[in-house]
């Protein structure tokens, strides 16, 4: 199975990083964690991506908040998929990591989820994965209808609770 690349700009972006890291676990997906920093350790970023599809990286997420050019110059380094998670931090609560990342010029695709949005960053590596890992696949499904059962159950709970007496669709 290839791996998938955890990259964060700061260790500060530790604490949303670790969602992913947990879907990651939770799905049986081999993962490294790494700190690079697109302005301060350039070419320790360039020479991690440049290397990770011989390594055996299938997809890399990367994590930035504020400026968060860390996916981009990721991707500048690599045809594997970048998906990059920014991170609410500074005066913009994430707005400016936002646009950092999801920005990017032609030719130089970074797939970008919501501010902190590390679970569904996990999610879509897992699904790029899963497009040539039969077992992966069925592992997301089998979560996929988890999910779907949980929030049937909370329907029933909601409904048997706010239920009328007398109302014939209330059982």
Do not use: W
């Not at 990083?17 to 070419?43: M, N, Q, W």
């Not at 991506?49 to 990367?62: H, L, V």
């Not at 920014?86 to 646009?99: F, N, R, T, Y």
């Not at 990342?101 to 569904?120: E, F, H, L, R």
């Amino acid at each position: 199975m290839k791996k998938v690349a955890l990259v964060m700009g700061s260790d500060s972006d530790l604490p949303v990083a670790e969602k992913a890291a947990e879907v990651l676990e939770k799905l049986g997906i081999p993962f490294e964690v790494h700190v690079y920093s697109a302005h301060r350790t350039p070419e320790e970023a360039k020479a991690f991506s440049s290397s990770a599809q011989r390594k055996g990286f299938g997809a890399i997420i990367a994590a930035a908040g504020m400026a968060a050019h860390l996916a981009g110059a990721i991707a500048a380094n690599t045809c594997l998929p970048v998906i990059g998670i920014p991170i609410a931090s500074g005066k913009l609560g994430g707005m400016d990591a936002l646009l950092s990342t999801v920005q990017m010029p032609s030719g130089i695709p970074v797939a970008t989820v919501a501010v902190d949005g590390a679970k569904n960053a996990a999610f879509l590596a897992a699904e790029i994965l899963a497009v040539s890992d039969r077992e992966l696949y069925k592992r997301l499904t089998a979560m996929r209808k988890e999910g779907a059962e949980a929030v049937l159950e909370k329907d029933r709970a909601l409904s048997a609770r706010f239920a009328r007496s007398g109302d014939p669709d209330s059982k």
